[in-house]
């Protein structure tokens, strides 16, 4: 599941086309790495946005790339390390979001009739892998070398097994510490 999950990524830096997302409600783990992988994030006040894979022993592979340009290092390692979940008032203060509405929907469609639209689709295309190579280069190597973290070495741990056990179990982890 992991890489299947990691080619929509691949995939979409190869499309190299303007993205947009739109939050409501509760925007979790691989569903917030994809949302903020877009160029603009949009989400409804309300919306709670994080990366709990901590808390389940595991980690988040593209979150882990993603996040330090969006938000910095920073408040990325808080998000990733402790696994908090954000309202969508904060995370526009963090950067996680772009524009707060309710209906983002609506808001992102808005966004992209006025600012993309009007220009040229092929020039556009051009600018997005302009302006995302950095980010792009960082992303295809690093899901390459975070897949084999996870799946090579995360995954030989007893607390990264327990981990997803008990959230699948509905019970509380018991962590060795291993």
Known sequence: MLRAFHGIFRRLIKLG???ASAVRGRC???GMELACFCNRVFAAPGALLGQPEIQLGVLAPIASLILP???GQARADELLLGGR???AEEARELGLVDELGPDP???AEAWAGRELAPKSASSLRFAVRAARWQLNQTLL???TALEALYL???MSTHDANEGLASFLE???PEWKHA
């Open 17 to 19: 086309v303007p993205t």
């Open 28 to 30: 979790l783990g691989g």
């Open 69 to 71: 340009a969006r938000v």
């Open 85 to 87: 979940t954000v309202p």
């Open 105 to 107: 929907r609506a808001a």
């Open 141 to 143: 190597a690093g899901i």
């Open 152 to 154: 090579g070495e995360l």
């Open 170 to 172: 509905k019970r509380r």
